[in-house]
Structure formats: structure tokens, C-alpha cells
């Protein structure tokens, strides 16, 4: 069965500084790949998504995200956070030729002014 | 105005109760999806169906039950062998013809059941 893990639980960084997120995910098949996001009392939300191609994906809010298939490992990147960045980060995953989604448990990020 | 609407926003059950959560989309997505929202555990999916009649278990579906009579809804009910329902309740969908957004989740605003 697919699994999703995201080892931090809560990150706390100040403004201007850089992010990465960890995910990853157990199964050995085809995955498409995606990161979402939980603004403070808003709906979950789309960040970015990889299905094949470049490995390398851009999202929105300068959000990035690399797809390293040998680590099962989909981490979020971004290069300098903002307040507005805070928010609860979800990892998660599908095999390709299905629709059962698998969330990860969440990073809770808080960002300092 | 297109989306998924949750209801009620708060629910209370007693024991012993079964209760319903509705979850109703005005996307026309074939797909949609019940997820339970525990703080620290993240989403866990409960059901999902991928099309009218048709719905399979998630990976905590024992406790549940759901139907998919109609295409635009997909209710779910929180039987009295839940033994721990107390959680925030999401429902989402996904679908569409265009391939740059047919994989995207749209989520409801969610139902927090509590118990009596």
C-alpha cells in the first residue's frame, strides 16, 4: 500500500529564510506526486503537482519541488519564505493509475516577521 | 458560484447515534473523496468513489458508511462502532476534462463532529 511520510512536524524560521519540507513516500510503481497547502482558516489548496517529465516542478507563491525517484523523496523548496508562508504543508501521493490519494501527517510552518 | 459545499459546519452525536455528513459539489467531477483531519495525523481517507455507484474503502473506512447515488453527492455516515469519531471532516473532489486541473483535490470547508 502507498505510504506518505513528512518527518517535520513543526519548523519555525524567521523571514527571508530558506525552506525545505521533506517527503517521502513508499511505492515502487508509477506515483504522481503533490504538495498542498492550509492558510490559517482556508481551505486546503493546491500547491504543485509532478506526474512525469521534469523532475524539477515549479508551484505557485515560488514554491518549488523535486522529484528524486531513487530516494522516493518529493521535498518542497522555497528560497526565501515570507510571514505569509505560514500555513500547514501536506505531502501526498497516488499511484498513477489510480485514485486512492495518501496524505502525509503535515509540517506545521510558522513564520517570524 | 462552483464548489463543494460541507454541511452542517458543526455536529454533535450522542451515543450510540449514527450520524450524516452531507457533501455536495456543483463541479461536475466524477471523483470525490471523505478524509478525516486529526491534529498530528494529517488527512486519512476514509472513502472515496470514482464514479456514481461505484465507492471503495479508505485506509480508516471500518465505522463508516457512504452511498453515491448521484453524482454531485457523496454523504457520509458516521456509525455507532466509530469509536472515536471526534475529528474534522473533509470532503473533496477532482475531475474535469482539462488535464492541468483534472488531478487537483477542491476541498469543502468541513464538518467538525464532536460527541456528547
Known amino acids: 500500500a502507498q505510504s506518505v511520510s513528512q518527518h517535520n512536524h513543526h519548523v519555525i524560521l524567521s523571514e527571508a529564510a530558506s525552506l525545505e519540507l521533506g517527503c517521502n513516500y513508499s511505492y515502487g510503481g508509477t506515483v504522481n506526486l503533490f504538495w498542498y497547502v492550509q492558510y490559517p482558516g482556508q481551505h486546503l489548496q493546491l500547491l504543485l503537482k509532478?506526474?512525469?517529465?521534469?523532475?524539477l516542478v515549479k508551484g505557485i507563491k515560488g514554491f518549488e519541488a523535486e522529484f528524486i525517484k531513487s530516494k522516493f523523496s518529493f521535498n518542497l523548496r522555497k528560497p526565501s519564505v515570507q510571514w505569509s508562508d505560514t500555513a500547514e504543508y501536506f505531502c501526498a501521493v497516488k499511484k498513477s493509475s489510480g485514485d486512492k490519494l495518501t496524505f502525509g501527517t503535515g509540517t506545521r510552518l510558522a513564520v517570524r516577521p | 458560484d462552483g464548489g463543494i459545499t460541507q454541511s452542517p459546519k458543526y455536529l454533535f452525536r450522542k451515543e450510540g447515534q449514527n450520524v450524516t455528513l452531507s457533501c455536495e459539489q456543483n463541479?461536475?467531477?466524477?471523483?470525490m473523496y471523505w478524509y478525516r483531519q486529526d491534529p498530528g495525523q494529517g488527512l486519512r481517507l476514509i472513502y472515496y468513489?470514482?464514479?456514481?455507484?461505484?465507492?471503495q474503502k479508505g485506509d480508516i473506512a471500518e465505522g463508516y458508511s457512504v452511498s453515491r447515488e448521484k453524482k454531485e453527492s457523496f454523504p457520509l455516515t458516521v456509525t455507532s462502532a466509530q469509536k472515536n469519531p471526534t475529528a474534522f471532516y473533509l470532503c473533496?473532489?477532482?475531475?474535469?476534462?482539462?488535464?492541468?486541473?483534472?488531478?487537483?483535490?477542491?476541498f469543502g470547508s468541513g464538518t467538525q463532529l464532536s460527541v456528547l
Open positions: 509532478y506526474f512525469s517529465g521534469d523532475p
Open positions: 463541479l461536475n467531477h466524477d471523483a
Open positions: 468513489s470514482q464514479i456514481v455507484n461505484d465507492f
Open positions: 473533496a473532489s477532482k475531475g474535469g476534462r482539462n488535464p492541468a486541473t483534472n488531478e487537483k483535490l477542491f
